[in-house]
């Protein structure tokens, strides 16, 4: 969570209450499938049973993820009984299989999902697709989705978000300046344009 720590401040100080969710990674107990996608889950949760002691509009919540976390981000909002006002998804991965890769960060992504997708197992193939959101049913109508892109991003190609457009075309998209991390870094140009956006989404 330290890496989102700068923008949750950000959003703090934009008059935003923040609910900063972490989640087990791969190297840690527990972790994968299906326990990481339970932390996100049970973080939903405890957001809505905090609610009503807060004071806080449900009505209004908008999910925001980076990198991996952008593809929980997505996976949670197309949940049958989850309801957010929107999903932003910064330089998210859509498309778990098709990032997977034998080096850096895609070699998470076996180990998140308990083995690399095999095209002649039909579990295999089904244990991606609920993960993925390129492959998923998506958000439910009334939902928006803003998938933000760096325009000089080496981590997560633009071609994640091109399928996920590809698959729903009624997300909208922004590009910013800068490189991956720039998406979450407060006094980047490219965080300037995604806080703008924030407020546009919570109104």
């Known amino acids: 969570m330290d890496h989102v ?3 949750a401040e950000s959003l703090r100080q934009a008059g935003f209450a923040v609910f ?4 087990r990674r791969v190297s840690e107990d527990g972790a994968g499938m299906p ?5 996100v889950r049970a973080a939903y949760d405890s957001l809505r049973a905090l609610a009503t002691r807060h004071s806080l509009d ?5 999910v925001m993820g980076h990198s991996a976390g ?3 981000a997505l996976w949670l909002a197309s949940e049958p009984d989850v309801r957010v006002r929107a999903v932003v998804a910064l330089a998210a991965v859509t498309d778990l299989a098709a990032f997977a890769a034998p080096s850096g960060c895609g070699s998470a992504v076996p ?9 002649n197992d039909e579990q295999s193939i089904a244990r991606y697709a609920v993960a993925s959101p390129v492959t998923r049913a998506g958000p ?11 325009d000089d991003d080496r981590v997560v190609p633009r071609a994640q978000v091109e399928a996920y457009l590809a698959r729903f075309p009624t997300a909208q998209t922004l590009r910013v300046p800068g490189g991956h991390f720039d998406l ?20």
Do not use: K
Not at 58 to 62: H, Q
Not at 111 to 119: F, I, V, Y
């Open 35 to 39: 326990g990481t996608f339970a932390d």
């Open 111 to 119: 180990r998140l999902m308990g083995g690399a997708r095999d095209s």
């Open 5 to 7: 720590a700068g923008i």
């Open 140 to 150: 439910p109508p009334g939902t928006r989705v803003l998938m933000v892109t760096a």
């Open 184 to 203: 979450v870094a407060p006094w980047t140009p490219a965080w300037v344009r995604v806080l703008a956006m924030m407020a546009e989404l919570s109104r």
């Open 20 to 23: 900063a969710a972490e989640y």
């Open 58 to 62: 449900t009505s209004r919540v908008i």
């Open 70 to 72: 952008g593809q929980l």
